[in-house]
């Protein structure tokens, strides 16, 4: 990170932004073809940092995934718009995460409900779920392990 003072250096403040995000956006790309996607998202400590994400079991994403499972993700939460008296002095308070990692598709069925309720657990807390198992069987359930993250905290003052 180029602004050394701006980098969030606790894993405790990055998983506190995690926790208060509400989409994670992922970047894949194939063949100098760049595809970004916002998604909504589970994320576990357990037994490895990961994130977890639910889709259609076909689709643009899931072919990129199949040919590159190397993939950036992005999180940001907390914007103010700062504005100022001239146009240079405008700015952005905010809060993000970036992070890179490889992403799989999930086979084994006791992974799938593992990952789901990690997803509902994010948006909902704690709690004991039921899918519908017709639904539950044409759904992918996407594991993105984190390889590296870090984080950014922009704070403006107003004046």
Known sequence: MRRTDREIKTSTEIEKIIQKSDVCRIALANDNFPYIVTLNFGYTDQ????????????????????????????????????????????????????????????????????????????????????????????TAILRLDIEEMSGKNKQYSQT
């Open 47 to 138: 037994p490895q940092q990961s994130f977890y994400f639910h889709c259609a079991r076909e689709g643009k994403k899931l072919e990129m995934i199949g040919k590159n499972n190397l993939v950036c993700f992005e999180m940001d939460i907390d914007h103010k718009l700062i504005k100022g008296e001239k146009s240079c002095d405008w700015g952005m308070s905010f809060r993000s995460i970036i992070g890179y990692g490889k992403i799989s598709v999930v086979i084994e069925k006791e992974e799938k409900i593992r990952g789901m309720n990690c997803i509902m657990d994010h948006y909902n807390g704690k709690g004991d779920y039921e899918y519908n198992e017709k639904v539950f069987e044409n």
